[in-house]
Nanobody, 118 residues
Framework: QVQLVESGGGLVQAGGSLRLSCLAS????????MGWYRQAPGKQRELVAS???????TYTEFVKGRFTISRDNAKNTVYLQMNRLKPEDTAVYYC????????????WGQGTQVTVSS
């Protein structure tokens, strides 16, 4: 069954750290692009970070220098290390798997809640 399962969310104080994981049961994991998105209450879902098949990473400005995305192709897993967390990082974090070549897919996980208290 094709699915993405996130884990690692929780409640943390400002300045703390969390590590999110996403296990992706998908075909050709090593040749896709994996991304982390987040959605805060009342806001649209937004990209946080992505990593492609060549391990090229991209980050949005509000997480640069604090978050790190990585992948382990042997484990079909992508990670998001989040350091120096701020209350404004509070959101549901979603994992995304996308592949343009055949077989193409664009899949989402169920999300994991991250809450940062001040």
């Amino acid at each position: 069954q094709v699915q993405l399962v996130e884990s690692g969310g929780g409640l943390v104080q400002a300045g703390g750290s969390l590590r999110l994981s996403c296990l992706a049961s998908v075909m050709f994991f090593s040749t896709n692009t994996m991304g982390w998105y987040r959605q805060a209450p009342g806001k649209q879902r937004e990209l946080v970070a992505s990593i492609d098949s060549g391990d090229t990473t991209t980050y949005t400005e509000f997480v640069k220098g604090r978050f790190t995305i990585s992948r382990d192709n042997a484990k079909n897993t992508v990670y998001l290390q989040m350091n120096r967390l701020k209350p404004e990082d509070t959101a549901v974090y979603y994992c995304n798997a996308a592949r343009r070549a055949f077989p193409s897919y664009n899949l989402w996980g169920q999300g994991t809640q991250v809450t940062v208290s001040s």
